[in-house]
């Protein structure tokens, strides 16, 4: 195997990794009001870069599945779509936080096991 | 801006109508924002080629709609196992009724240069058959796709009994060497009694010989040129059964097995595009009768050839499976 397609199979496997944990993180910080470009600027500035054309359609997306809710509205002389989480979509992020904390904490254990052998 | 306007423009071309005007008003507010913080860190307006480079990040417009889009498959991962299953399982048996149904054209088909043709015809029909299949079960899975989506129920497909599974499989048993000596002292006798055959036809013809004599018919000449390759297919046979018994290893046995039996099709050739197998020997033979046998001669020798074409590529097919890793005959 070479390193064309050990990056190729590492990206490929980040990009998985990643995929279950953006949703989590764009619910968790659409506790607060966001418009589009200030959240993939928020989670950018905590270290979470996302394509803009993965979250923009993400976020309708979720829209659609009733976790977010939005409205209209003007700022800074312009209209924008401000997105903020639904009473369901704060359950349901309970639910994956949780779930979440879980895997989290098994690996953590899987890890340190390996470590005594 | 007229540079982003065309981008939206573009953009709207592959959105639905009902979300268009929406998804392309929140897009310009997100890359507008983009821009300004941009020209905000350069404390300049962009220039053209700027606002290029942030909108040729963002995407090109037909994959930045599809992701706007629903997203479907033709066939899902649930019932993507089943179809490729029905595809493996199911090409075999086609291509196999698909031969048997043009036997009957390479038996009756009226000479020897429109039976060549009529395998080569039946080989290259044999693909848009084969297209059809597939396209036929593409569209009932795509069907059930639809439906498995539509009322989100797979009980069906997931349901399954352990107890139904096949018993465990035995690998095959090589052959034991008192087998193989059996084998090949059998296969002596065998060329002995062809070698016979010559000066005492009624060891294959029985007492088709009186009747042949009653007719005052006898051999044609094609019969020499067949008895010669026949003999030497069967001292082919014979090397390769006494160098595995030699070697004691029965690993390279059947790819030269196989071989001889594809030598094999020479003289079964040979007996299915002949047509003349018995002469007239004098005046008074039946040459209505004889016309007769030879032409059911001939049919039952072309049938002999077709079962011996399919057994070769079932043979095949089966050593193929067994030597080749299943991969790489995956279709």
Redesign the interface.
């Known amino acids: 195997m070479n390193a064309n397609s050990d990056n190729g199979m590492f990206e490929s496997l980040r990009l998985e990794l990643r995929r279950g944990c953006l949703i989590v993180a764009v619910l968790a910080q659409l506790r607060d009001e966001h418009y589009g470009y200030t959240l993939r600027k928020a989670l950018a500035d905590q270290g979470l870069a996302i394509e803009e054309s993965t979250l923009y359609p993400l976020l309708r997306r979720l829209e659609t599945q009733g976790l977010l809710k939005s409205e209209w509205r003007e700022e800074d002389k312009r209209n924008k779509r401000f997105y903020r989480l639904s009473p369901e979509g704060e359950a349901i992020l309970a639910q994956l936080l949780a779930e979440w904390n879980g895997i989290n904490e098994s690996l953590h254990k899987i890890l340190k096991d390996g470590k005594k052998r | 801006m007229d540079l982003l306007e065309r981008y939206l423009q573009a953009v709207g071309q592959y959105l639905p109508q009902e979300t268009r005007e929406d998804?392309l008003?929140?897009?310009r507010?997100?890359?507008?924002?983009?821009m300004d913080?941009r020209a905000d860190e350069m404390e300049r307006p962009l220039t053209e080629s700027e606002a290029a480079a942030i909108l040729k990040?963002?995407?090109r417009p037909m994959?930045?709609a599809a992701?706007?889009l629903p997203q479907h498959s033709l066939i899902g991962p649930a019932v993507f196992p089943f179809y490729l299953l029905t595809l493996r399982k199911g090409a075999p048996l086609v291509v196999l009724i698909y031969f048997v149904a043009r036997v009957a054209t390479f038996v009756f088909s009226p000479s020897a240069g429109a039976f060549v043709a009529s395998i080569a015809t039946s080989f290259a029909q044999l693909v848009p058959v084969l297209l059809l299949f597939w396209g036929a079960v593409t569209m009932t899975f795509a069907i059930l796709e639809f439906a498995h989506t539509q009322t989100g129920q797979c009980a069906s497909w997931n349901a399954w009994d352990p107890a139904k599974l096949p018993p465990l499989a035995h690998p095959k048993k090589e052959k034991s060497l008192a087998s193989r000596i059996a084998d090949l002292v059998l296969h002596c006798l065998w060329i002995l009694y062809v070698l016979a055959v010559p000066q005492h036809p009624y060891l294959i013809l029985g007492p088709g010989v009186l009747f042949l004599t009653k007719l005052s018919a006898g051999f044609a000449p094609m019969w020499r040129l067949f008895y010669v390759t026949f003999i030497i297919v069967l001292l082919a046979q014979l090397g390769i059964k006494l160098m595995a018994l030699a070697r004691g290893n029965h690993r390279s046995e059947q790819p030269l097995e196989l071989f001889t039996n594809l030598l094999g099709l020479v003289p079964a050739g040979l007996l299915a595009f002949n047509k003349v197998y018995f002469v007239p020997t004098g005046s008074a033979a039946n040459l209505h009768a004889l016309a007769q046998i030879n032409y059911w001669t001939n049919v039952g020798f072309r049938i002999g050839l077709v079962v011996v074409v399919l057994n070769l590529l079932v043979e095949s097919w089966q050593y193929l499976r067994r030597a080749v890793p299943a991969e790489r005959l995956a279709f």
């Open positions: 998804v008003a929140e897009l507010v997100n890359l507008l924002a983009e913080a990040a963002h995407g994959v930045v992701r706007y």
